[in-house]
């Protein structure tokens, strides 16, 4: 089966730093996404690690070492925009299927 | 270019009814997917097919459904609706469906059952 466990909440203020954790136990691994999901809207794509290491995209960064089963993902100089949910997500062995983990809430605060 | 369209945006049935949900992929995308995801929760995988095939299923009961068209738009069918299956649905495109693709999500059909 798989299980994918990430925080449900955090709070950070504009222009700080937040980190994200996201611990899975899957039946074969093809790679971890992680996607932005703000309240009412599609989920949409931030970045994708197959390999282990940091993948570094503008302010976002994540990382990946399948060995712990463990990633993150790195908000840096947050804006209030960046307020929504952040969702985990891990495609097994065969197929296109993604496990969700339950999201976590990331509020922006002045 | 148009995303991934979903219809209707949202829709209100009564338990024991049944519902059509409608989904048009991205042009050149040939792979669809099925998510639901209840308030508050991550979405959780119904459906994906490819080449009008289905290729997996989650663990739904049958009273869900679907089927892909020959131009890759999707319809996702639930029969005997039960108040737990108030939710947002959600469908996902891609080019093929593996690998590395990311998929690439429509806006969803919120449904509430009364």
């Known amino acids: 089966g798989q299980n994918i466990d990430q925080p449900t909440e955090m709070t950070a203020t504009e222009g700080a730093i937040v980190q994200i954790n996201c611990t899975y136990q899957?039946?074969?691994?093809?790679?971890l996404f992680w996607y932005q999901q703000h309240a009412g809207e599609a989920p949409t794509f931030l970045s994708y690690?197959?390999?282990?290491g940091l993948e570094e995209k503008g302010r976002f960064s994540s990382f990946l070492s399948r060995s712990k089963g463990y990633s993150y993902l790195l908000l840096k100089e947050l804006q209030m925009k960046d307020s929504a949910s952040y969702l985990c997500?891990?495609?097994?062995?065969?197929?296109?299927?993604?496990?969700f983990g339950g999201g976590t809430r990331v509020l922006v605060k002045p | 270019d148009a995303g991934v369209t979903q219809s209707p945006t949202h829709l209100i049935k009564t338990r024991g009814q049944h519902v059509t949900l409608r989904c048009s992929p991205i042009?050149?995308?040939?792979?669809v997917s099925w998510y639901q995801q209840v308030l508050g929760q991550g979405p959780q995988f119904i459906f994906q097919?490819?080449?009008?095939?289905?290729?997996g299923r989650g663990n739904f009961p049958d009273r869900f459904s679907a089927r892909q068209f020959p131009n890759y738009s999707s319809e996702l069918n639930v029969n005997a609706l039960l108040l737990g299956d108030s939710a947002l649905y959600l469908c996902?495109?891609?080019?093929?469906?593996?690998?590395?693709?990311?998929?690439?999500f429509g806006s969803g059909t919120q449904l509430s059952v009364l």
């Open positions: 690690n197959v390999l282990d």
């Open positions: 996902a495109s891609s080019l093929a469906g593996g690998g590395s693709e990311k998929l690439f």
């Open positions: 042009s050149g995308h040939k792979s």
């Open positions: 997500a891990v495609r097994g062995a065969a197929g296109n299927k993604l496990t």
């Open positions: 899957t039946s074969g691994f093809n790679g």
């Open positions: 097919y490819y080449e009008k095939e289905e290729r």
